[in-house]
C-alpha cells in the first residue's frame, strides 16, 4: 500500500466518523487545515506591476534554503524586488504564486478565502494589499500591507503588525499554498465566518518545493523536442455510457482513449507527479474512480513559437479546445467540437489581430496537444489573458438544453464576464450564465484565465447555429469584443 494510496484510505475513515460524529463534510476538511511559519526572509509578498504598471497583481516568492537566490532587495520605502527567479529556471529553488491558487487570507485560524480576494489597489503614493470580500460586499475590506511610497517595477509589501506568511498544512502535512495570516481575530465587526477553504476538493499533500527534474525548455520555434522520464497519466475507467461526460464536467479536456487494452477517460498526462495527484484528487473528491498510471513521455505535438512581444503589448493566448485522435464533444449530426472550437479560434485571433493585438493559440491545426503544455504554454510566453474554447455536450437525449457557458476560477471574473456578456449581446444565445469551476487550464495558468463552452453540440438551437457560418462568425466576433473590452480598447 503506497504512502499516497494510504493518505486515500485515512482521508476516507476520517470522513466517515466524523459525519457519524455529526461533523459536516465540509467541516471535516476545514479542520485537517492548518498553519506552520516561515522564516521571514524566505518568502515576500510582492506587488507585480502588469502592462508596465497599469495595475498590479499580488505574487508572492519564495526562496528554499541554501539554493540560488531567488530576489534581491534594494532601498526602503518603498522596497524595490529585482525577481531574479525570472532569470533562470528556478525549479526546486525558488516557487512562485501569482492567484488564489497560491494563496489566501487566514484569521485567527479561519480560512477565508472563499469570502475574501487579495487585491492590490493605488492609494496616494502607495500601492495597499487589501482583502476585498468576494461573496458578501457587505463585509468590510481588511487592509494587510503597503508599498510605503511608489516607484517602477516590482515592489515589496510591508504587512502591517499582525500579519505574516505562513505555509497551509493538511493533517499537519506542509502543503505548498501560503496563508496570508492574522492569528488574533480582527476587530472588524461583519467580519464572516469561514466555509471550507476549497469546495469541493482539498488541496493534495505535498512538501515544500523540492528540487525536481529540470523542466525542459520550451519548445522555442517550429518542431518541440519530446519531453523525457517517466510520466504520469490520470485516467477514469470507461464504466457506463456517461463516464465521459462526468468526466468532462470535472475536466472539459478530457478524451476517450485505451490503455494497455482498457477503454479509459484520460484526463491529462504530466511531468510533475505532484499535478498527477492533485488533478486524481479532484477526481475522487468528484466521486470518480480515477487512478494514476506511470507512462512513457507524451509525443506531444510542438506547440507554436512564441513570438517576441514588444514591450508594453498585450499577448493573448487563444487555446481551441481538443483536438487530433480527440473530436471533443460530437453531437447531432455528428457534428464534432474540435472543429467547431478552431473555426471560432481563428475567427478571434483574426479580430483582436485586426485590433492590433498579439494573439497565439495552443494549436493552429487538428493535432492533439496534453492538458499540461497548454497551461505551460502560456505560462511560458508570458501571456497577459488566456482564453481556452470550447463546445458543450450533455446527451442527444437533451436536444433541448442550449446556451452560453462561461467559465472561471479566481483572478478571471471580469474577463469571464466582459466575454460572455458580449457573446450574449452578438448573438441570441440563451444565458446559462458566468461560473466557477476548478478547470486544469483555470488552475494552472498564471494570468487571468477563462474557459468558454461556445454551445451545446447536443442542443437543437446550438447545433444549428454551428452549422451556420455566419452565426458562428458572430460567436467569435462577440468573444473578440469582450477580450478588447476588457483590455480597454
Ligand atoms: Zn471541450
Known amino acids: 500500500m503506497t504512502r499516497f494510496s494510504r493518505s486515500v484510505a485515512t482521508l476516507a475513515a476520517t470522513a ?10 465540509a467541516v471535516a476538511w476545514a479542520n485537517q487545515f492548518g498553519q506552520q511559519s516561515i522564516e521571514p526572509n524566505l518568502a515576500v509578498a510582492v506587488a507585480n506591476p502588469v502592462r508596465n504598471g497599469a495595475f498590479y497583481t499580488l505574487m508572492i516568492l519564495e526562496q528554499v534554503p541554501n539554493r540560488r537566490q531567488c530576489w534581491q532587495e534594494q532601498g526602503s520605502n518603498p522596497v524595490v524586488i529585482d525577481p531574479l527567479l525570472l532569470s533562470f529556471d528556478f525549479t526546486g529553488a525558488c516557487d512562485r504564486k501569482t492567484d ?30 487589501f482583502a476585498k470580500p468576494s461573496r458578501d460586499r457587505s463585509a468590510p475590506m481588511i487592509e494587510i500591507g503597503r508599498t510605503n511610497g511608489r516607484t517602477n517595477g516590482f515592489l515589496k509589501i510591508q504587512l502591517n ?15 505548498g499554498h501560503i496563508y496570508i495570516t492574522h492569528d488574533a481575530p480582527l476587530d472588524l465587526p461583519g467580519l464572516p465566518v469561514a466555509t471550507s477553504p476549497t469546495a469541493p476538493p482539498p488541496p493534495s499533500v505535498t512538501v515544500p518545493p ?40 470535472v475536466e472539459p479536456e478530457a478524451f ?21 495527484e492533485e488533478v486524481h484528487q479532484t477526481l475522487l473528491a468528484a466521486n470518480l474512480p480515477a487512478k494514476i498510471l506511470n507512462a512513457a513521455a507524451p509525443a506531444t505535438a510542438s506547440l507554436p513559437p512564441i513570438p517576441a512581444i514588444p514591450r508594453g503589448q498585450v499577448l493573448v493566448v487563444i487555446d481551441p479546445g481538443h483536438g487530433g485522435r480527440d473530436p471533443g464533444a460530437v453531437g447531432i449530426g455528428g457534428i464534432q467540437e474540435k472543429q467547431i472550437n ?20 495552443t494549436r493552429t491545426s487538428d493535432q492533439w496537444v496534453d492538458l499540461d503544455a497548454r497551461a505551460q504554454f502560456a505560462n511560458q510566453a508570458g501571456a497577459d489573458i488566456f482564453v481556452s474554447i470550447h463546445a458543450n455536450a450533455i446527451s442527444m437525449a437533451r436536444p433541448d438544453v442550449n446556451g452560453l457557458e462561461t467559465y472561471y476560477l479566481s483572478s478571471g471574473e471580469r474577463l469571464a464576464r466582459s466575454i460572455h456578456n458580449s457573446v450574449l449581446r452578438h448573438t441570441d444565445m440563451a444565458d446559462r450564465g458566468v461560473r466557477q469551476a476548478r478547470f486544469y487550464v483555470l488552475r494552472y495558468t498564471t494570468m487571468p484565465a477563462v474557459l468558454v463552452e461556445t454551445g451545446f453540440v447536443t442542443g437543437s438551437v446550438d447545433a444549428a447555429r454551428f452549422r451556420n457560418p455566419t452565426a458562428v462568425n458572430q460567436i467569435a466576433d462577440g468573444i473578440a469584443r469582450g477580450i478588447l473590452d476588457y483590455l480597454g480598447r
Open 16 to 25: 466517515t466518523t466524523l459525519l457519524a460524529g455529526v461533523m459536516t463534510p
Open 100 to 129: 488564489s491558487n497560491g494563496y489566501s487570507v487566514r484569521i485567527n485560524g479561519q480560512d477565508l478565502g472563499v469570502q475574501y480576494r487579495l487585491e492590490i489597489s493605488p492609494r496616494q503614493n502607495d500601492l495597499v494589499l
Open 161 to 175: 503588525s499582525g500579519w505574516q506568511l505562513t505555509r497551509r498544512t493538511f493533517n499537519g502535512q506542509p502543503t
Open 256 to 276: 476517450r482513449t485505451t490503455v494497455d487494452g482498457q477503454a479509459v477517460v484520460q484526463v491529462g498526462l504530466f511531468q510533475e507527479r505532484r499535478r498527477a
Open 342 to 361: 478552431m473555426t471560432i479560434s481563428n475567427r478571434v485571433q483574426q479580430k483582436l489581430q485586426e485590433a492590433g493585438v498579439t494573439v497565439v493559440m
Open 210 to 249: 523540492t528540487p525536481a527534474p529540470p523542466r525542459p525548455p520550451t519548445p522555442a520555434a517550429g518542431g518541440g523536442a519530446p519531453t523525457s522520464g517517466t510520466h504520469f497519466r490520470v485516467v477514469v475507467p470507461i464504466t457506463g455510457p456517461d463516464t465521459l461526460q462526468q468526466v468532462r464536467s
